[in-house]
């Protein structure tokens, strides 16, 4: 793992002391081992350490910068990733299922990771999708108000005095918000994420002030302004660009494809319906995009649709919106990445430094894999050999 080396040279700025220093290339190659397991106690088995002491103490209270190499993480990855034409941020979050209740921000809540309510604790995250490869780059623990309304229990998990309640669109904000001053989005970038965000006037509000455009999934219910001035609920719309065009008889429907999935190629029916563009840039649209199954499921008559709320220029091409509504199961595959590859649910630890300091390790553990991937896809193509 030569190269590992030059990643650990990139944070090594942020280790005020040789030890941890040392130590955190040790965790990093024990998080890219083939164990079954990457805790604490693995690791330092891994690493020919007789106790796992100084594992938990590189997460729990050496020192080094925790966000800072949370940065460097974010620069690796776009240095690495980087594609100004089909770059995309995408904002999603994930669980990991806990036992007892002294872990910071546990609680019984629903989580997308077993699709029901558990104990377990929520990271709201920001990953980075492009043809070159895709990575998580940076990372946000959710507190519950059970927990923000207890300073007792947060001083007892290590969370800091001054962190207080925030929404999971205003811990999206926050990390976009930190991409954004590190200069990481282009003119051509774009933010995807599900109908929590969409939903969210301020965090629509946020992409619109600073002209990033963004494609974000909303209910069907949702109460949308046409340019006329009316307004309609999402489905409605969708009955409306249904029909023929008038002037030239084609179908209100493009059939497309999102790339491949687990079952093959992932073929929508896509429209976009115009919307009122009031409070947008100058020369921006602003439109309703709908996904529609090319055919009802088994059993049913009715095909499913999905509807995403889309501002950008106002010669964004209608394959280009599809392409970013697709570009947001990226970060599923970053989740199921950083999970079986690098460990980032297997940690054993309680407080919110040490949660922080893991997942942020794991990120990076991950986010090597993805750019050696990449360096190696690029290798067979300029060599001509078709990849796997």
């Known amino acids: 793992m030569a190269s590992l080396d030059t990643v650990v040279e990139l944070i090594s700025g942020r280790f005020a002391r040789v030890e941890p220093r040392r130590r955190v290339g040790t965790y990093l190659r024990g998080l890219l081992a083939g164990l079954e397991r990457k805790n604490g106690w693995t690791l330092a088995e891994h690493a020919g350490a007789v106790s796992p002491d100084g594992m938990q103490r590189l997460l729990r209270t050496a020192d080094w910068d925790v966000d800072g190499v949370r940065d460097d993480l974010r620069g690796y990855v776009l240095a690495e990733l980087g594609d100004a034409a089909t770059g995309v941020f995408v904002v999603d ?33 920001l990953a980075y999708a492009s043809s070159r490869g895709r990575a998580l780059i940076d990372r946000e623990l959710y507190l519950p108000t059970s927990w923000t309304e207890d300073r007792d229990r947060c001083a007892r998990a290590g969370v800091p005095a001054e962190v207080g309640f925030a929404t999971k669109p205003q811990l999206g904000i926050a990390m976009l918000a930190r991409a954004h001053a590190a200069g990481a989005f282009t003119g051509g970038s774009w933010v995807t994420a599900d109908e929590a965000y969409g939903q969210n006037p301020t965090f629509r ?49 493009e059939r497309r494809s999102i790339g ?89 630890v309680r407080s919110w430094r040490a949660w922080h300091a893991h997942i942020t390790l794991a990120m990076l553990a991950a986010a090597y894999l993805a750019a050696t991937r990449a360096q190696e896809a690029e290798k067979m193509t300029c060599s001509g050999t078709p990849s796997a």
């Open 93 to 125: 979050e994930t669980g990991f299922i806990k036992k007892g209740v002294r872990s910071a921000g546990v609680q019984r809540q629903y989580t997308g990771t077993t699709g029901k309510i558990d104990n377990c604790q929520l990271g709201v995250f």
């Open 205 to 253: 509000a946020w992409l619109t002030e600073r002209q990033i455009r963004f494609v974000l999934a909303t209910r069907n219910d949702d109460m949308l302004t046409s340019p006329d001035g009316h307004r309609r609920q999402a489905k409605v719309l969708a009955t409306i660009a249904g029909a023929r065009d008038p002037d030239t008889g084609r179908p209100g429907w």
């Open 260 to 348: 491949a999935g687990a079952h093959g190629e992932r073929v929508y029916d896509w429209t976009a319906i115009a919307l009122d563009t009031t409070g947008l840039p100058e020369g921006w649209g602003h439109w309703l995009l709908v996904r529609r199954q090319t055919e009802a499921p088994a059993g049913k008559t009715v095909r499913e649709l999905a509807f995403y709320r889309c501002a950008a220029p106002t010669d964004t091409p209608l394959r280009e919106l599809v392409r970013v509504a697709g570009a947001r199961w990226a970060i599923e595959e970053c989740f199921q990445t950083a999970k079986n590859e690098a460990g980032l649910d297997h940690y054993q």
